[in-house]
Nanobody, 124 residues
Framework: QVQLVESGGGLVQAGGSLRLSCAAS????????MGWFRQAPGKEREFVGV????????DYADSVKGRFTISRDNAKNTVYLQMNDLRPEDTASYSC?????????????????WGQGTQVTVAA
């Protein structure tokens, strides 16, 4: 079965940290950029960050830059999102996505495989 499965979400106090994982199974992980997006209730899906294939170059939304870090373990077909200094406005469902190639940007249309998401709630 082709899928991306996120884990690691939960409830955390403002200023706390969480580490999300996204494991790929049944689909090719190698050769593709991997991104993270989030969606809060009543809001549109929002780009969080991306890590390219090969060099592992990362790019982040301005709202999370300096607080969030994306990494990937290609041997485990897994991508991570380390979130530090969490804020209530980070509350959302976080989804990972596979890019359409080794480099993908901030548009959701540059991704064609999506996970179901994991909920992150940050209490003030």
């Amino acid at each position: 079965q082709v899928q991306l499965v996120e884990s690691g979400g939960g409830l955390v106090q403002a200023g706390g940290s969480l580490r999300l994982s996204c494991a790929a199974s049944g689909l090719t992980f190698s050769g593709y950029a991997m991104g993270w997006f989030r969606q809060a209730p009543g809001k549109e899906r929002e780009f969080v960050g991306v890590i390219t294939w090969g060099s592992g170059t990362t790019d982040y939304a301005d709202s999370v830059k300096g607080r969030f870090t994306i990494s990937r373990d290609n041997a485990k077909n897994t991508v991570y999102l380390q979130m530090n200094d969490l804020r209530p406005e980070d509350t959302a469902s976080y989804s990972c996505a596979r890019g359409t190639g080794p480099y993908s940007g901030k548009s959701q249309y540059q991704y064609n495989r999506w996970g179901q998401g994991t909920q992150v709630t940050v209490a003030a």
